[in-house]
C-alpha cells in the first residue's frame, strides 16, 4: 500500500465520551421492551428516537446550524423534519451492530508500522473528534511518513461529517501529494545521477583514454564508445547493463 487517508478519527481506543454516546444508545434500545431481545416484529419506536437523537448531536456542526437555523422555530421544524426523514429507514438490530463494531478498534499500539506515505485530516468541530484531546497531534508522530491537517471552523465544515465534504480538504491532499510526488522525482533523479557517475569513474579507470569520449564526465548519456560493446570489460558491462535495466 503507498498511501493512506484516514478522515474523522482518532488513532486510539473507542473510549471517554466517544463510547459513552455510543453505549447510552446501545442501552437505549436493549432496555426498550419493545426491542424483545431483537426478535422484534416491528421497530422499537422510542430506542430509535434516542438513536436519532445522539446521532443529530454527535454529527452536527455548531456553526453552521446556528446560521441556518437562527430562530426557535427554524430548529423545531428541522428537528421534525429530521425525524420524519431518518426515522423510517433505521433498524434497531443493524444499528446496534453498526455501533458497537468499533469496540476492538485500537491502533495505537502498531503505529510505527505504517510505513505508507499517510495524509491524516479532522475537523475542528467534530463531536466525535474533538481536537482538544490532542490525540492526533501527539500520535502522528508515531508514523514514519504522517502528517496531519486540522481543518479550522468554517461555513463549510459539517462536524463529523465533513468527512464527506471534499471541497474542504482537497486542497491539504493536493498539495500533500503533489509535494510528494516532487520528493520522489528528485530522490530518483539524485539516485539516477550518483549511479551514471559511479559508472563514468569505472569507465574512466577500465577503458584506454584513446578508446573512449565523454563529452561529459557527469552524465552516462552524453557517453560516445568507441570500442565494441562485446569488448568492454567484464565488470564495466555488468554495471552498464545494471544501469540501464532501471
Known amino acids: 500500500m503507498d498511501a493512506l487517508m484516514p ?9 471517554g465520551r466517544n463510547r459513552i454516546w455510543r453505549k447510552m444508545v446501545m442501552d437505549a ?3 426498550d421492551p419493545e426491542w424483545k431481545g431483537g ?12 438513536v436519532l437523537d ?8 455548531p456553526l453552521y446550524m446556528q446560521k441556518t437555523l437562527p430562530t426557535r422555530d427554524a430548529a423545531d421544524k428541522y428537528l421534525d423534519d429530521y425525524f420524519k426523514a431518518r426515522l423510517a429507514g433505521l433498524d434497531a438490530n443493524d444499528f446496534l451492530y453498526q455501533v458497537n463494531a468499533s469496540r476492538n478498534y485500537d491502533p495505537l499500539p502498531q503505529l510505527e508500522k505504517i510505513t505508507a506515505q ?20 501527539r500520535e502522528i508522530k508515531r508514523v514514519k511518513n504522517g502528517r496531519f491537517v486540522l481543518i479550522p471552523i468554517s461555513d463549510e465544515t459539517r462536524g463529523h ?4 465534504k471534499a471541497v474542504v480538504w482537497k486542497q491539504y491532499w493536493r498539495s500533500y501529494w503533489e509535494n510528494q510526488r516532487t520528493k520522489q522525482f528528485e530522490a530518483a533523479r539524485s539516485d539516477r545521477a550518483r549511479r551514471n557517475a559511479v559508472l563514468n569513474l569505472q569507465l574512466a579507470r577500465e577503458l584506454p583514454p584513446a578508446r573512449r569520449k565523454l563529452s561529459s564526465p557527469s552524465l552516462l548519456s552524453a557517453a560516445v564508445f568507441t570500442v565494441e560493446p562485446q569488448r568492454l570489460p567484464a565488470a564495466v558491462a555488468s554495471t552498464f547493463a545494471r544501469v540501464h535495466r532501471r
Do not use: K
Open 7 to 15: 478522515l474523522a478519527c482518532q488513532p486510539v481506543q473507542i473510549a
Open 29 to 31: 434500545i436493549r432496555t
Open 39 to 50: 426478535e422484534y416484529s416491528a421497530e422499537p419506536q422510542q430506542a430509535l428516537r434516542t
Open 54 to 61: 445522539f446521532l443529530l448531536i454527535a454529527g452536527s456542526a
Open 118 to 137: 499517510v495524509m491524516y485530516i479532522n475537523s475542528a468541530d467534530d463531536f466525535i473528534n474533538p481536537p482538544e484531546l490532542g490525540i492526533a497531534d
Open 161 to 164: 461529517g465533513t468527512h464527506t
